[in-house]
């Protein structure tokens, strides 16, 4: 019988995750199919619960449900605790555990683009789930300063008990123009996008947080968004001369992380960064 791993979301239409999931599980010679199934908030104990049966080897959470999982499944560890938001649930026997691989998707995304974070100072946009993973990915790499902007300033405040100790963390408003920004901006080495700007299907598809005049030469652009892959916020900084990467590495390494832990076996990543391009390339 072919085991289950689930997509929590809502909606999950547009996800790539089963496209390079699925090509993961017949490229390690796995019986088992990852399957989305959009669950609207009301519906989510009863989901969870059926995550359980012995046909399911976990699931993947997604927007709106990362928070709300944390409180439904029985071992969450330090990554999803830390967080405060899960990604990950794997069936240990009818006991549900759960992760946050977001962090790891982060740091090894930023590793092999060669992006330094030890000792460097970063400007982080927005302040929901992606963005509470990056603090974490920030701390844990040593960087040396966050200024958090945010449309809702108070969001932004609630990150600082993420920071830990070495990482000094300051807010401002999510506004091209404050001062506070811009000094932030011409002092960090990586700004890191993290709201729903610029995404496909998103709440504006056009636009860029930060025009190409907040960026400078020397530092690097990472957005977390990667549909489509040369988003709005990566155009204007380039357009300012920094270097641009794309949100891709990290949804393919967040992604291998959970198949490690729903099988045990090794990510094919060759495979996995494959159908993702082939999926995006297809919309
Ligand atoms: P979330 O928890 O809902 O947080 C959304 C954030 O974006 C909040 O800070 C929100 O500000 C801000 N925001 C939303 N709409 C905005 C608007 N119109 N103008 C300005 N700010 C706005 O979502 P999330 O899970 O952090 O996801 C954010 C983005 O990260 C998504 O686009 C997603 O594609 C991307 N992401 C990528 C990966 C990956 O693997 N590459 C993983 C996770 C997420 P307020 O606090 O004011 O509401």
């Known amino acids: 019988m072919a085991r289950l791993v689930a997509l929590l979301g809502h909606p999950v239409a547009h996800s790539i995750s089963p496209a390079f999931q699925q090509a993961a599980f017949a490229a390690s010679g796995l019986d088992a199919r990852y399957e989305p199934w959009d669950v ?112 809702t300033p108070g969001r932004a405040a609630a990150l600082r008990a993420l920071a830990g100790e070495g990482l000094a963390l300051s807010t401002c408003p999510l506004d091209a123009a404050s001062g506070e920004l811009r000094s932030a901006l011409s002092e960090a080495s990586l700004v890191i996008h993290c709201t729903p700007l610029g995404m496909r299907h998103g709440p504006d598809e056009t636009r860029s947080p930060l025009p190409r005049s907040a960026f400078r030469p020397g530092q690097v652009a990472f957005d977390s968004v990667y549909t489509p892959e040369w988003t709005p916020f990566l155009q204007e900084a380039s357009r300012g001369g920094a270097r641009a990467v794309g949100g891709l590495a990290m949804l393919v390494h967040q992604g291998a992380a959970s198949f490690r832990l729903w099988t045990g076996v090794e990510p094919p990543l060759g495979v996995m960064f494959d159908a993702a391009r082939a999926a995006l390339a297809g919309r």
């Open 40 to 151: 609207p908030p009301g519906e989510l104990p009863g989901a969870v619960e059926r995550l359980r049966g012995g046909d399911l080897l976990g699931a993947n959470v997604t927007v709106p449900h990362k928070v709300a999982v944390l409180g439904l499944v029985d071992r969450p560890d330090g990554a999803a605790e830390r967080v405060g938001a899960v990604n990950t649930v794997v069936n240990a026997g009818g006991l549900l555990e759960a992760s946050n691989t977001d962090v790891a998707g982060l740091r090894a995304a930023w590793a092999e683009a060669g992006i330094a974070v030890a000792g460097e100072r970063a400007v982080l946009l927005g302040a929901g789930g992606a963005a509470r993973a990056a603090v974490a990915a920030l701390s844990g790499l040593g960087a040396r300063s966050v200024t958090v902007a945010n449309r």
